[in-house]
């Protein structure tokens, strides 16, 4: 089992980086993956050789290191969303909005002049109830009138 593990860590020291013809900062990326970073991968391999761990094991160490990085950068890679993707989500809401805002606005006038016809509607019930109200007054005024002329005229 340690030989297979040592086997795939070596396959992929080798993959992704080559210790001995680089003596530069490299940057280290996952195959199919767009993000980049940085790492000193030879400062790493050379750092721990220092503290006695042998060259194979320093690499593969490195190697390691690269790996959960590249890993993680691209877990959180798919938890968040490109500032493009973000740009393009903000433009659709954005047009969203603007649409809902004007439904809004079209339902709001809408409701606005039915409100006002309605309103005028019980303008002209209520002047009517009054002219109707009005005649029947003069009507029992009238009559009224009329009853006491004839009582005067009859007394």
Known sequence: MATIAASIV?????????????????????????????????ALVRRLEGE?????????????????????????GESFVSKGEMQMIEMTQ??????????????????FSLLQREMEKLKSDIEKMRSELRYEIDKVTAGQRLDLNLERGTK
């Open 94 to 111: 954005d047009g969203n909005l603007g649409k809902f805002k004007s439904r809004v606005q079209s339902s709001q006038e809408n409701h």
């Open 52 to 76: 006695g761990v042998p060259s194979q094991q320093a690499e593969a160490i490195t190697s390691a290191i690269i790996e959960v990085l590249n890993d993680s950068l691209e877990n959180v």
């Open 10 to 42: 070596r396959t992929r020291t080798t993959r992704l980086i080559n210790f001995n013809k680089f003596n530069h900062k490299q940057y280290s990326q996952q195959p199919n993956s767009k993000r980049l970073f940085l790492v000193d991968t030879l």
